[in-house]
């Protein structure tokens, strides 16, 4: 997922006052809607990718009934992200655009809380889906109790920094249990986890959203 904020700056008001004009507002029923799912971005995405598809050929792609497909391209259509191609009989669907272009007023309570709640989804949905990754977590059950936040990369170097001094203790450690001679010792009491990874659009493939931010 790529969800990109442009914030108030000199280099950046200029693309924000054209945008004003031609992006739709999130405070807008039908891009709210379409826009709030990461169901529905997914979707967008798979037609922006491999489009022209028909909801049959959704159905395939996500494995799920073509009943429920069928709602969620029908608030695409209305939020003007896809279009329909084809004939009633074979219709067929493709993206408007290449990426999701949308303005946000933050100083609007109602439009700051749906980027929020477009935010939260994503990051929430992409926890489960890297907690259900076996290969690259060992355990989906350990990662559900960690937190996912949006790092500097000053931040990240700290993590790492960290998790070299957790792991000289935790190797301390175990050299002395494995030397023990006593029972009790030899068992380990603690359970100790440490992981830090960086979001991979790759696992989590959506249409980027570009959201101009105001006030």
């Known amino acids: 997922?790529?969800?990109?904020?442009?914030?108030?700056?000199?280099?950046k008001n200029k693309r924000t006052a054209s945008s004003r004009t031609s992006a739709p507002s999130l405070?807008?029923?039908?891009?709210w809607n379409g826009v709030r799912s990461v169901r529905r971005m997914e979707i967008l995405e798979s037609i922006?990718?491999?489009?022209?598809?028909t909801v049959p050929d959704l159905s395939e792609l996500f494995k799920q009934e073509s009943t429920g497909l069928y709602y969620h391209v029908k608030l695409l259509q209305q939020a003007g992200l896809i279009q329909p191609v084809g004939k009633d009989g074979r219709e067929s669907f493709v993206a408007?655009?290449?990426s999701v272009r949308v303005k946000c007023n933050l100083k609007n309570p109602k439009e700051s809380k749906r980027l929020r709640k477009i935010v939260d989804g994503f990051v929430a949905t992409s926890q489960e889906t890297f907690a259900a990754d076996s290969s690259a977590s060992g355990s989906?059950?350990?990662?559900?109790?960690?937190?996912?936040?949006?790092l500097e990369a000053s931040e990240v170097s700290k993590i790492k920094a960290l998790q070299q001094q957790i792991q000289s203790i935790l190797d301390v450690a175990?050299?002395?249990?494995?030397?023990?001679?006593?029972?009790?010792?030899?068992?380990?009491?603690?359970h100790?986890?440490?992981?830090i990874q960086p979001a991979c659009a790759g696992q989590f493939p959506v249409t980027s959203i570009d959201c101009v931010t105001m006030g």
């Open 1 to 11: 997922m790529s969800l990109i904020a442009n914030t108030s700056s000199r280099a």
């Open 27 to 31: 405070a807008d029923r039908a891009i």
């Open 48 to 53: 922006r990718a491999n489009g022209p598809l």
């Open 96 to 98: 408007s655009q290449s």
């Open 140 to 150: 989906g059950q350990l990662l559900r109790a960690l937190r996912w936040e949006n």
């Open 174 to 190: 175990k050299t002395r249990r494995e030397r023990a001679k006593k029972t009790p010792q030899t068992m380990a009491n603690w």
């Open 192 to 195: 100790v986890g440490s992981f």
